[in-house]
Protein backbone atom coordinates (compact mmCIF):
# COMPACT_ATOMS: atom_id res chain seq x y z
CA UNK A 1 0.00 0.00 0.00
CA UNK A 2 1.37 2.98 -1.26
CA UNK A 3 1.93 6.28 1.29
CA UNK A 4 -0.85 8.62 0.54
CA UNK A 5 -0.18 11.77 -1.65
CA UNK A 6 -0.15 15.22 -0.76
CA UNK A 7 -3.21 17.05 -2.01
CA UNK A 8 -2.18 20.52 -1.12
CA UNK A 9 1.71 20.69 -2.73
CA UNK A 10 3.98 23.09 -1.35
CA UNK A 11 4.42 25.69 -4.23
CA UNK A 12 7.40 26.66 -6.21
CA UNK A 13 9.81 28.78 -3.87
CA UNK A 14 10.41 31.41 -6.75
CA UNK A 15 6.56 31.80 -6.20
CA UNK A 16 6.56 32.05 -2.46
CA UNK A 17 9.36 34.96 -2.19
CA UNK A 18 8.14 36.82 -4.76
CA UNK A 19 4.81 36.75 -3.14
CA UNK A 20 6.26 37.78 0.04
CA UNK A 21 8.17 40.61 -1.90
CA UNK A 22 5.27 42.05 -3.83
CA UNK A 23 2.34 41.65 -0.47
CA UNK A 24 5.24 43.13 2.23
CA UNK A 25 4.15 46.72 3.77
CA UNK A 26 7.69 47.68 4.25
CA UNK A 27 9.82 49.15 1.38
CA UNK A 28 12.27 46.07 -0.31
CA UNK A 29 14.83 46.91 -2.64
CA UNK A 30 17.28 45.32 -4.11
CA UNK A 31 19.66 48.24 -5.54
CA UNK A 32 23.37 47.87 -7.82
CA UNK A 33 26.34 49.06 -6.60
CA UNK A 34 25.91 52.01 -9.42
CA UNK A 35 23.44 53.83 -7.34
CA UNK A 36 20.71 52.56 -9.56
CA UNK A 37 17.39 50.69 -8.15
CA UNK A 38 17.33 47.28 -9.59
CA UNK A 39 14.01 45.88 -8.17
CA UNK A 40 11.16 47.61 -5.86
CA UNK A 41 8.08 45.74 -4.38
CA UNK A 42 5.04 48.09 -4.92
CA UNK A 43 5.63 49.63 -1.60
CA UNK A 44 8.17 51.64 -2.52
CA UNK A 45 6.04 53.47 -6.00
CA UNK A 46 3.38 53.63 -3.19
CA UNK A 47 4.73 55.67 -0.81
CA UNK A 48 6.69 58.06 -3.02
CA UNK A 49 4.36 57.88 -5.70
CA UNK A 50 6.67 57.51 -8.52
CA UNK A 51 6.07 55.00 -11.25
CA UNK A 52 8.66 51.82 -11.22
CA UNK A 53 10.27 53.26 -14.60
CA UNK A 54 10.62 56.83 -12.92
CA UNK A 55 12.42 55.16 -9.87
CA UNK A 56 14.73 52.56 -12.23
CA UNK A 57 15.45 55.92 -14.37
CA UNK A 58 17.53 58.11 -11.84
CA UNK A 59 20.12 57.42 -9.47
CA UNK A 60 18.46 56.79 -5.99
CA UNK A 61 20.50 59.83 -4.34
CA UNK A 62 17.79 62.48 -6.67
CA UNK A 63 15.25 60.83 -4.55
CA UNK A 64 16.75 61.70 -1.30
CA UNK A 65 15.96 64.81 0.64
CA UNK A 66 18.57 67.21 -0.60
CA UNK A 67 19.98 68.79 2.48
CA UNK A 68 20.67 64.23 3.12
CA UNK A 69 22.19 63.31 -0.12
CA UNK A 70 25.94 64.19 0.78
CA UNK A 71 25.48 62.33 4.49
CA UNK A 72 23.56 59.25 2.16
CA UNK A 73 26.51 58.88 -0.39
CA UNK A 74 28.85 58.80 2.45
CA UNK A 75 27.04 55.80 4.21
CA UNK A 76 26.57 54.43 0.73
CA UNK A 77 30.46 53.71 0.58
CA UNK A 78 30.29 52.22 3.39
CA UNK A 79 27.74 49.83 1.70
CA UNK A 80 30.44 48.80 -1.23
CA UNK A 81 32.83 48.08 1.48
CA UNK A 82 31.14 45.10 2.51
CA UNK A 83 29.95 46.82 5.36
CA UNK A 84 25.48 46.12 6.25
CA UNK A 85 24.15 49.17 7.32
CA UNK A 86 21.56 49.02 9.59
CA UNK A 87 18.93 51.58 11.11
CA UNK A 88 19.72 54.48 9.13
CA UNK A 89 17.39 57.06 8.87
CA UNK A 90 17.04 59.68 6.29
CA UNK A 91 14.60 61.45 4.36
CA UNK A 92 12.95 61.01 1.01
CA UNK A 93 10.66 63.63 -1.20
CA UNK A 94 7.96 62.46 -2.41
CA UNK A 95 6.22 62.92 -6.03
CA UNK A 96 4.23 65.72 -4.73
CA UNK A 97 6.83 66.98 -2.95
CA UNK A 98 5.58 65.61 1.33
CA UNK A 99 8.72 64.57 2.90
CA UNK A 100 8.79 61.00 4.66
CA UNK A 101 11.12 59.80 6.63
CA UNK A 102 12.81 56.14 6.43
CA UNK A 103 15.02 53.66 8.43
CA UNK A 104 17.08 51.51 6.00
CA UNK A 105 18.82 48.07 7.04
CA UNK A 106 20.84 47.29 4.29
CA UNK A 107 22.99 44.39 2.97
CA UNK A 108 25.37 44.08 0.47
CA UNK A 109 26.03 41.14 -1.81
CA UNK A 110 30.01 42.13 -3.12
CA UNK A 111 29.89 38.72 -6.08
CA UNK A 112 26.81 40.23 -7.14
CA UNK A 113 27.35 44.08 -6.77
CA UNK A 114 24.00 44.67 -5.13
CA UNK A 115 22.34 45.65 -2.28
CA UNK A 116 19.78 44.18 -0.58
CA UNK A 117 18.33 46.84 1.54
CA UNK A 118 14.35 47.01 3.59
CA UNK A 119 13.18 50.35 4.83
CA UNK A 120 10.12 51.47 7.10
CA UNK A 121 8.15 54.70 7.18
CA UNK A 122 8.92 56.29 10.09
CA UNK A 123 7.21 59.86 8.89
CA UNK A 124 4.84 59.59 12.21
CA UNK A 125 7.10 58.42 14.76
CA UNK A 126 9.37 61.45 13.55
CA UNK A 127 6.58 63.84 13.85
CA UNK A 128 5.60 62.57 17.18
CA UNK A 129 9.21 63.07 18.23
CA UNK A 130 9.23 66.76 16.74
CA UNK A 131 6.11 67.89 18.54
CA UNK A 132 7.77 66.26 22.06
CA UNK A 133 10.70 68.26 21.21
CA UNK A 134 9.02 71.15 21.22
CA UNK A 135 6.69 70.70 23.82
CA UNK A 136 9.98 69.93 25.97
CA UNK A 137 11.76 73.19 24.85
CA UNK A 138 8.65 75.50 25.65
CA UNK A 139 8.45 73.57 29.02
CA UNK A 140 12.09 74.27 29.69
CA UNK A 141 11.46 78.45 28.54
CA UNK A 142 8.97 78.16 31.41
CA UNK A 143 11.06 76.64 33.95
CA UNK A 144 13.60 79.46 32.86
CA UNK A 145 11.07 82.00 32.42
CA UNK A 146 9.93 81.43 36.32
CA UNK A 147 13.12 80.82 37.53
CA UNK A 148 14.04 84.22 36.83
CA UNK A 149 11.03 85.58 37.80
CA UNK A 150 11.41 84.06 41.25
CA UNK A 151 15.24 85.13 41.83
CA UNK A 152 13.99 88.24 40.54
CA UNK A 153 11.14 89.21 42.89
CA UNK A 154 13.18 87.18 45.76
CA UNK A 155 15.98 89.88 45.33
CA UNK A 156 13.95 92.75 45.34
CA UNK A 157 11.52 92.19 47.84
CA UNK A 158 14.45 91.47 50.22
CA UNK A 159 14.97 95.18 50.06
CA UNK A 160 11.71 96.88 51.51
CA UNK A 161 11.60 94.45 54.11
CA UNK A 162 14.65 94.80 55.06
CA UNK A 163 13.99 98.34 55.40
CA UNK A 164 11.43 97.44 57.34
CA UNK A 165 12.95 95.66 59.90
CA UNK A 166 15.30 98.71 60.12
CA UNK A 167 12.08 100.87 61.27
CA UNK A 168 11.29 97.95 64.04
CA UNK A 169 15.06 98.30 65.21
CA UNK A 170 14.61 102.01 65.78
CA UNK A 171 11.45 102.10 67.31
CA UNK A 172 11.00 102.57 70.82
CA UNK A 173 8.42 100.75 71.99
CA UNK A 174 9.40 101.69 75.58
CA UNK A 175 6.90 104.42 75.29
CA UNK A 176 3.87 102.94 73.97
CA UNK A 177 1.63 101.79 77.09
CA UNK A 178 -1.53 99.64 75.24
CA UNK A 179 -0.85 96.36 75.45
CA UNK A 180 -2.91 95.48 72.12
CA UNK A 181 -0.61 97.91 70.00
CA UNK A 182 2.13 96.35 71.51
CA UNK A 183 0.72 92.76 70.68
CA UNK A 184 0.54 94.09 66.71
CA UNK A 185 4.03 95.67 66.45
CA UNK A 186 5.77 92.31 67.52
CA UNK A 187 3.47 90.64 65.36
CA UNK A 188 4.22 92.75 62.47
CA UNK A 189 7.63 92.54 63.26
CA UNK A 190 7.66 88.30 63.57
CA UNK A 191 5.93 88.63 59.73
CA UNK A 192 8.29 90.33 58.19
CA UNK A 193 11.20 88.58 59.87
CA UNK A 194 9.49 85.62 58.76
CA UNK A 195 8.56 87.14 55.23
CA UNK A 196 13.11 87.71 55.26
CA UNK A 197 13.47 84.42 55.80
CA UNK A 198 11.30 82.86 53.46
CA UNK A 199 12.25 85.24 50.67
CA UNK A 200 16.21 83.73 51.46
CA UNK A 201 15.22 80.47 51.50
CA UNK A 202 13.62 80.67 47.80
CA UNK A 203 16.84 82.05 46.56
CA UNK A 204 18.90 79.41 48.29
CA UNK A 205 16.59 76.59 47.03
CA UNK A 206 16.65 77.82 43.35
CA UNK A 207 20.64 78.32 43.23
CA UNK A 208 20.60 74.56 44.85
CA UNK A 209 18.51 73.28 42.29
CA UNK A 210 21.02 74.82 39.66
CA UNK A 211 23.67 72.76 41.05
CA UNK A 212 22.56 69.37 42.92
CA UNK A 213 19.25 67.64 43.57
CA UNK A 214 16.63 69.05 45.59
CA UNK A 215 17.46 68.30 49.15
CA UNK A 216 14.88 65.97 50.84
CA UNK A 217 15.04 65.41 54.46
CA UNK A 218 12.66 63.69 57.36
CA UNK A 219 9.87 66.85 58.37
CA UNK A 220 7.63 67.14 60.93
CA UNK A 221 4.54 67.74 59.72
CA UNK A 222 2.99 69.61 62.51
CA UNK A 223 5.93 71.86 62.74
CA UNK A 224 6.28 73.14 58.72
CA UNK A 225 2.42 73.77 58.94
CA UNK A 226 2.95 76.25 62.28
CA UNK A 227 5.51 77.85 60.91
CA UNK A 228 3.69 78.83 57.91
CA UNK A 229 0.73 79.91 60.28
CA UNK A 230 2.93 81.97 62.29
CA UNK A 231 3.91 84.20 59.02
CA UNK A 232 0.49 84.51 58.06
CA UNK A 233 -1.19 84.87 61.40
CA UNK A 234 -2.65 88.31 60.75
CA UNK A 235 -4.18 86.97 57.83
CA UNK A 236 -5.43 83.85 60.13
CA UNK A 237 -6.95 86.02 62.25
CA UNK A 238 -8.87 88.24 60.23
CA UNK A 239 -10.29 85.66 57.86
CA UNK A 240 -11.41 83.78 61.48
CA UNK A 241 -10.60 80.55 59.85
CA UNK A 242 -11.24 77.26 62.15
CA UNK A 243 -8.38 74.34 61.68
CA UNK A 244 -9.07 71.21 61.96
CA UNK A 245 -5.69 69.29 62.37
CA UNK A 246 -4.93 65.79 63.12
CA UNK A 247 -1.12 64.34 62.14
CA UNK A 248 -1.54 61.35 65.21
CA UNK A 249 -1.13 59.12 62.51
CA UNK A 250 1.12 60.46 60.14
CA UNK A 251 3.51 62.93 62.41
CA UNK A 252 6.46 63.16 59.41
CA UNK A 253 7.41 62.82 55.82
CA UNK A 254 10.30 62.62 53.72
CA UNK A 255 10.04 65.74 51.66
CA UNK A 256 11.83 69.33 51.03
CA UNK A 257 11.28 71.51 53.70
CA UNK A 258 10.91 74.88 51.96
CA UNK A 259 8.33 72.95 49.00
CA UNK A 260 6.12 71.64 52.26
CA UNK A 261 6.36 75.23 53.81
CA UNK A 262 5.00 76.48 50.02
CA UNK A 263 2.33 73.91 49.46
CA UNK A 264 0.94 74.38 53.34
CA UNK A 265 0.96 78.35 52.22
CA UNK A 266 -0.64 78.37 49.26
CA UNK A 267 -3.24 75.97 49.82
CA UNK A 268 -4.23 77.85 52.82
CA UNK A 269 -4.29 81.19 51.39
CA UNK A 270 -6.29 79.70 48.63
CA UNK A 271 -8.83 78.61 51.00
CA UNK A 272 -9.18 81.70 52.52
CA UNK A 273 -9.34 83.69 49.48
CA UNK A 274 -12.04 81.41 48.19
CA UNK A 275 -14.20 81.14 51.01
CA UNK A 276 -17.60 81.24 50.90
CA UNK A 277 -18.79 85.19 51.24
CA UNK A 278 -20.00 86.07 55.23
CA UNK A 279 -18.93 82.43 56.42
CA UNK A 280 -15.46 81.92 58.53
CA UNK A 281 -13.43 79.34 56.47
CA UNK A 282 -13.12 75.39 58.15
CA UNK A 283 -9.71 74.42 57.20
CA UNK A 284 -9.00 70.29 57.55
CA UNK A 285 -5.57 69.00 57.77
CA UNK A 286 -4.76 65.07 58.41
CA UNK A 287 -2.08 62.94 57.21
CA UNK A 288 -2.08 58.91 57.15
CA UNK A 289 -0.33 56.23 55.95
CA UNK A 290 -1.96 54.13 53.13
CA UNK A 291 -0.31 50.95 51.66
CA UNK A 292 2.79 52.02 52.82
CA UNK A 293 2.26 55.67 50.77
CA UNK A 294 2.09 58.72 53.18
CA UNK A 295 -0.43 60.74 52.01
CA UNK A 296 -1.63 64.64 53.08
CA UNK A 297 -5.44 65.59 53.01
CA UNK A 298 -6.42 69.30 52.48
CA UNK A 299 -9.42 70.65 52.74
CA UNK A 300 -11.99 73.46 52.90
CA UNK A 301 -15.74 74.27 52.78
CA UNK A 302 -15.72 77.22 50.32
CA UNK A 303 -16.65 78.07 47.34
CA UNK A 304 -14.94 75.38 45.32
CA UNK A 305 -15.41 74.73 41.37
CA UNK A 306 -16.72 72.74 38.71
CA UNK A 307 -14.26 69.44 38.06
CA UNK A 308 -16.17 68.73 34.91
CA UNK A 309 -15.34 72.29 33.01
CA UNK A 310 -11.65 72.65 34.69
CA UNK A 311 -10.63 68.90 34.11
CA UNK A 312 -7.05 68.85 33.66
CA UNK A 313 -6.36 72.82 33.91
CA UNK A 314 -6.62 72.67 37.51
CA UNK A 315 -2.87 72.93 37.91
CA UNK A 316 -1.81 74.86 34.62
CA UNK A 317 -0.09 77.48 34.93
CA UNK A 318 -1.93 81.20 34.46
CA UNK A 319 -5.36 79.04 34.79
CA UNK A 320 -7.66 80.98 37.27
CA UNK A 321 -11.47 79.26 38.51
CA UNK A 322 -12.73 82.65 39.93
CA UNK A 323 -12.54 86.22 39.06
CA UNK A 324 -10.67 87.01 42.49
CA UNK A 325 -8.79 90.34 42.48
CA UNK A 326 -5.47 88.56 43.73
CA UNK A 327 -5.96 85.66 41.42
CA UNK A 328 -2.82 84.87 39.72
CA UNK A 329 -3.21 81.13 38.91
CA UNK A 330 0.01 80.57 39.89
CA UNK A 331 -0.03 78.77 43.17
CA UNK A 332 -1.58 75.19 42.26
CA UNK A 333 0.76 75.12 39.29
CA UNK A 334 3.60 75.88 42.23
CA UNK A 335 2.15 72.93 44.46
CA UNK A 336 1.91 70.58 41.78
CA UNK A 337 5.12 70.97 40.39
CA UNK A 338 7.03 70.66 43.83
CA UNK A 339 5.31 67.78 44.55
CA UNK A 340 5.87 65.99 41.07
CA UNK A 341 9.24 67.22 41.46
CA UNK A 342 10.23 64.61 43.88
CA UNK A 343 7.77 61.76 42.53
CA UNK A 344 4.85 62.45 44.21
CA UNK A 345 1.35 62.31 43.19
CA UNK A 346 -1.33 64.95 43.38
CA UNK A 347 -5.29 64.58 43.20
CA UNK A 348 -8.54 67.15 43.66
CA UNK A 349 -11.88 66.72 44.16
CA UNK A 350 -13.77 70.10 44.10
CA UNK A 351 -17.76 71.28 44.10
CA UNK A 352 -19.52 74.41 43.43
CA UNK A 353 -20.40 75.83 47.22
CA UNK A 354 -19.17 72.43 48.95
CA UNK A 355 -15.11 73.16 49.18
CA UNK A 356 -12.48 71.58 47.95
CA UNK A 357 -10.15 68.55 49.02
CA UNK A 358 -6.56 67.87 47.85
CA UNK A 359 -5.04 64.50 48.04
CA UNK A 360 -1.44 64.60 48.35
CA UNK A 361 0.60 61.32 47.95
CA UNK A 362 4.20 61.61 48.68
CA UNK A 363 6.97 59.18 47.18
CA UNK A 364 6.97 56.14 48.45
CA UNK A 365 10.00 54.99 50.68
CA UNK A 366 11.85 58.38 49.49
CA UNK A 367 15.46 58.31 50.54
CA UNK A 368 16.66 61.11 52.39
CA UNK A 369 19.33 62.78 50.83
CA UNK A 370 22.07 64.84 52.63
Known amino acids: MTEKQNSNPTPNSNYIFEHFFELSADLLCIAGFDGFFVKINPAVSKLLGYTNEELFSKPINEFVHKD ?22 NRYVTKNGEIVWLSWTSMPITEEKLVYAVAKNITHNKKIEEERNLLLSKITKINKDLKKLSYTNSHDLRSPVNNLLSIFSLLDISKIEDPET ?13 LKQTLNDYVDILIHEDNITTLVEELDLNESLNTVMDSISSL ?7 FKINFSELE ?3 FNKAYLESIF ?5 NSIKYAKPGCPPIISVYSKKNNEIDQLFFSDDGIGFD ?11 HQKFHNHIDSKGIGLYLINNHITSLGGKIEVDSKINEGTKFTISFKKESAIQT
Open 265 to 269: LNLIT
Open 252 to 254: KVN
Open 182 to 194: LQFIEMLKSTSEN
Open 307 to 317: MELVKDKVFGL
Open 68 to 89: DRVHTAKVRKELLNNNPLLNFE
Open 236 to 242: IQNSKVT
